[in-house]
């Protein structure tokens, strides 16, 4: 039994598209690195300068212990404060706008890429193969006799 499940494990994990997954995943992990470091340290400090010095991160409400105001976040949280942290969300929302784009961007290159080489299959096709006149079938250019419906083309 366990070595019927090792077995099966094994077959699983040498599946061509786990391993592709495992790829994609660690692709993934460092780009979305990529991407924090682009917003934190690229695009918020020009907003937060066009907005008057704002620090994103840094924007939060006390909601516990009422009335206490802290210099920071960081002074905050090490005192205990219950926060609602939304200048970070602020930033999340900025970084998954910036993943969406790139993903666009990412798909539409692969796609123009994908149209582009089915389209040059079609014309190597196209001067390759003829449609029979009576079935319609796809036969080589050369063909005096259709292998499908064995019609004489001529």
């Known amino acids: 039994m ?6 099966e494990l094994k077959e699983f994990i040498l599946r061509g598209n786990v391993l592709d997954m495992a790829v994609g995943i660690i ?7 990529i991407v ?5 340290d ?5 907003i937060g300068v066009l907005l008057g ?11 516990y212990p009422v009335g206490e105001n802290y210099k920071s976040l960081a002074d905050a949280q090490a005192a205990g404060a219950v926060t609602i942290n939304y200048g970070m969300f602020i930033n999340t929302i900025i970084s998954f706008i910036v993943v969406a784009i790139a993903v666009f961007f990412v798909i539409k ?10 389209a040059e299959e079609k014309v190597e096709e196209a001067a390759t193969t003829k449609e029979c006149p009576f079935c319609c079938s796809s036969i080589p250019v050369n063909a005096k006799k259709c292998p499908n419906c064995t019609s004489d083309l001529g």
């Open 36 to 40: 924090d470091s682009l917003v934190k």
């Open 2 to 7: 366990l070595k019927n499940l090792t077995k």
């Open 53 to 63: 010095k704002v620090d994103f991160s840094n924007l939060y409400f006390s909601i």
């Open 42 to 46: 690229i695009i918020m400090p020009p």
């Open 109 to 118: 290159a692969i796609t123009a890429m994908q149209n582009k080489f089915a």
């Open 27 to 33: 692709i993934g992990a460092s780009f979305g690195k």
